[in-house]
């Protein structure tokens, strides 16, 4: 049964440390996204690839984050460096953008404190 | 700009009520998709349905049935006799084309549903 791996599942830290988030997409998909979810903010788009290609990063601030595709079976998010209001839970999902079905991880928790 | 509104944030109904979950959407893009996901409890999203903007009829899945109406930007989800297992957030998700394909994604707020036994 293929599944959307995510590693971390959970991740404390103190603020100012690095963070980086691990998304093992479904092998053939062809497109990948990283969502944050918030009580206050619900889903947000951060960032998202098409063929390991970044389309669109605008959700993420820029000065922290950082999002890449290295290979077709690997995706990471970095936070560097981690702040408080980072605190959230972080999906990945990944699908193929003929079908528009996505198929998302079990996320990663982070707490900053 | 896309967004999808999700105007009920909270509903409870008690077990083999029928419950209607809300969603309107806005885009100036004339193909598009609208979706459904579940996140029960244990977190994970979980997808439910796909339409299009070219096909308004509507959709039964068992329990689950799906209203789209274009002339108020509307994807209602209706949930019949509904059980305990439905008790779970259930989001609205909008994205517009991109050629032959979807471009991003952007989901709605949210109803977190509880069904009382």
């Known amino acids: 049964d293929a599944r959307v791996t995510q590693t971390p599942r959970h991740k404390v830290t103190e603020m100012g440390q690095e963070v980086t988030m691990r998304c093992q997409p479904i092998?053939?998909?062809?497109?990948v996204f990283w969502y944050r979810q918030t009580m206050m903010q619900g889903l947000e788009l951060l960032a998202y690839?098409?063929?390991?290609?970044?389309?669109?990063d605008s959700g993420m601030p820029k000065d922290r984050f950082s999002a890449e595709m290295p290979d077709a079976t690997l995706a990471t998010l970095k936070i560097q460096p981690s702040e408080p209001r980072d605190s959230a839970v972080y999906f990945c999902?990944?699908?193929?953008?003929?079908?528009?079905?996505?198929?998302f991880g079990e996320g990663s928790r982070l707490t900053v404190l | 700009a896309q967004k999808v509104t999700q105007a009920q944030t909270e509903i409870s109904v008690v077990e083999k009520e029928d419950v209607t979950l809300d969603c309107v959407y806005e885009?100036?893009?004339?193909?598009?998709?609208l979706f459904w996901y579940k996140q029960p409890p244990s977190g994970e999203l979980v997808f439910l349905i796909r339409?299009?903007?070219?096909?308004?009829q509507n959709e039964i899945s068992g329990r689950y049935s799906w209203n789209f109406q274009k002339s108020t930007s509307s994807f209602n989800f209706t949930i019949t006799a509904s059980q305990v297992v439905d008790s779970a957030v259930y989001f609205c998700?909008?994205?517009?084309?991109?050629?032959?394909?979807?471009?991003?994604?952007?989901f709605g707020p949210g109803t977190s549903l509880s069904v009382i036994p």
């Open positions: 999902a990944s699908g193929l953008m003929n079908t528009g079905e996505l198929f």
């Open positions: 092998l053939g998909h062809n497109t």
């Open positions: 690839f098409r063929n390991r290609a970044p389309l669109d």
């Open positions: 885009t100036r893009d004339t193909t598009y998709y």
């Open positions: 339409r299009n903007s070219f096909d308004e």
């Open positions: 998700a909008l994205s517009e084309a991109a050629g032959t394909s979807y471009d991003k994604v952007i």
